[in-house]
């Protein structure tokens, strides 16, 4: 060999070093990264379809007997039905113990079921796990009665209606003013049948004093709260330190049987549901019919969060039809997916005349439906 030769792979050896060398180096990277990836916290969570159940349908009880999700007193007239009329729910992967790791995230990312959301929005920093499972499961409960109390308005009954105050805050602004039990009629002179109203009008004082008019123990009285600043569902709000809730007179007694599953999602799903066990006939008419909503006992259908993984999860569940509030149409439009009908609704009147022409089978009826457009 000449010394011309030599030199040449010399330099060929060192070169194959070299890039040996530089591949384990980047192959060393790529692991460290990996591990990193699937140990560092993402700051993010998943929320994705939840379970979807039938309101139509039957539950196990504690000695795993079946029962009706919805019960009624004996003494009621219920009629038998078909089809279903469901709620849909979302799940939360992850929490500020244990987010997802950036593999999850990354599925998640290419996944058009599932959503990536800053923790923040969904663990607010001021709010511990057991507040926020007390708060989902609140919900849960005046969503049930307020579907109650809309259902039988509904069917013609006379429901009278109080907002009744359930806690005050220790060291609030109504401590010493105001009691458990207090009605209260109005605030500065404004009727106020639900929490959202009494918000917005002691907003409006950005401050000022605020009189409340309650009656307690059968007496009428006005009340003067001087409101302060504080958090309430992730928002800085004038408040003045009570919990209350709209307190309903049933002519008798409903009971929902479900359990672990939070929210006030449910509501319109629930108000139908009542209405059909109520009611002669296959309201649906056999039909699969899934959805989501809030309900007020006037009936005003109100939006819902994760509307794109509720109609997924309907989807999965063998729905054909989806009730979607229409104040969620601007996240409708362009994620309905195949297979599935959605139609909007804003009243508990029309989503029962929704499920009552999807039950009639007319074809013509159901595309002339109000469905979800762009603007």
């Known amino acids: 060999m000449d010394v011309a030769t030599a030199a040449d792979a010399d330099r060929d050896a060192a070169r194959r070093r070299k890039r040996t060398v530089t591949g384990i180096a980047a192959l060393t990277v790529a692991v460290i990264c990996l591990f990193l990836a699937s140990i560092l ?88 796990a057991e507040e926020r499972q007390e708060q989902d499961a609140m919900q849960m409960t005046s969503s049930q009665e307020s579907a109650t109390a809309a259902a039988l308005i509904q069917l ?45 009008v002691i907003a409006r004082g950005e401050g000022a004093d605020v009189t409340v008019n309650i009656t307690r123990d059968g007496e009428t009285q006005d009340v003067v709260i001087t409101p302060t600043q504080g958090e309430a569902d992730g928002e800085t709000l004038w408040l003045i330190g009570v919990g209350a809730a709209p307190v309903y007179e049933l002519p008798f007694d409903v009971q929902i049987m479900l359990e672990n599953i939070g929210g006030p999602s449910a509501g319109m799903m629930f108000a139908l549901g009542i209405i059909d066990t109520l009611t002669p006939g296959e309201m649906t008419g056999g039909e699969a019919i899934a959805g989501t909503g809030t309900i007020t006992p006037d009936g005003t259908v109100g939006p819902i969060g994760g509307i794109q993984q509720k109609m997924q999860g309907a989807l999965r569940a063998g729905s054909d039809f989806f009730l979607a509030p229409e104040s969620n149409c601007n996240e409708v439009v362009g994620h309905v997916p195949d297979g599935l009908t959605v139609v909007k609704v804003s009243t508990l009147d029309e989503a ?24």
């Open 41 to 128: 916290p993402s700051g993010f969570v998943i929320r994705q379809p939840g379970p979807v159940v039938n309101t139509l349908g039957v539950v196990q009880d504690t000695d795993g007997n079946e029962i009706p999700l919805i019960e009624m007193p004996e003494d009621i007239q219920t009629y038998e039905t078909s089809g279903t009329l469901s709620l849909t729910t979302v799940q939360i992967v992850g929490s500020r113990e244990s987010t997802p790791n950036w593999f999850q995230l990354a599925q998640a990312w290419l996944d058009p079921s599932k959503a990536v959301m800053d923790i923040d929005q969904v663990f607010p920093q001021d709010q511990t």
């Open 156 to 200: 013609g009954y006379d429901i009278p209606t109080e907002m009744q105050i359930l806690e005050v805050t220790q060291d609030g602004a109504s401590v010493g003013k105001l009691e458990l039990g207090d009605v209260v009629n109005s605030i500065d002179g404004t009727a106020v049948a639900d929490v959202l109203e009494m918000r917005e």
């Open 352 to 375: 029962r005349d929704a499920v009552e022409t999807i039950g009639d089978g007319d074809e013509v009826a159901i595309a002339a439906l109000a469905t979800c457009t762009a603007p």
